[in-house]
């Protein structure tokens, strides 16, 4: 059975940092790219960053780009979103997802075959 488990989430002031965790279990971490998408209230999910299975690259949302960064330990099953200069429209619930296709599709929720539970982020001014 697959699980991806987020955590590190919670209520931060604009301008803050977090770090999002990821843990899978059930599954070849290592032959899985990896993936964080939100969701706001009232709105769709997005992408928010990918990194494939070896870690070789890495794929941002345009809105998150230098300020977040996605790594992965293989050796951990975990994935981590480090968040800086976090802003009001930063506030979301934050999912991982694991994919086995191929990197071109990694901005793309369907491209994901297995999903945590979310966790949430607020960011106040």
């Known amino acids: 059975q697959v699980q991806l488990v987020e955590s590190g989430g919670g209520s931060v002031q604009a301008g803050g940092s977090l770090r999002l965790s990821c843990a899978a279990s059930g599954l070849i971490f290592s032959s899985y790219s990896m993936g964080w998408f939100r969701q706001a209230p009232g709105k769709e999910r997005e992408f928010v960053a990918a990194?494939?299975?070896?870690?070789?690259?890495?794929y941002y949302a345009d809105s998150v780009k230098g300020r977040f960064t996605i790594s992965r330990d293989n050796a951990k099953n975990t994935v981590y979103l480090q968040m800086n200069s976090l802003k009001l429209e930063d506030t979301a619930v934050y999912y991982c997802?694991?994919?086995?296709?191929?990197?071109?599709?990694?901005?793309?929720?369907?491209?994901?075959?297995?999903w945590g539970q979310g966790t949430q982020v607020t960011v106040s001014s």
């Open positions: 990194i494939t299975w070896i870690g070789g690259s890495t």
């Open positions: 997802a694991a994919s086995r296709g191929g990197s071109y599709f990694l901005r793309r929720s369907s491209a994901y075959d297995y």
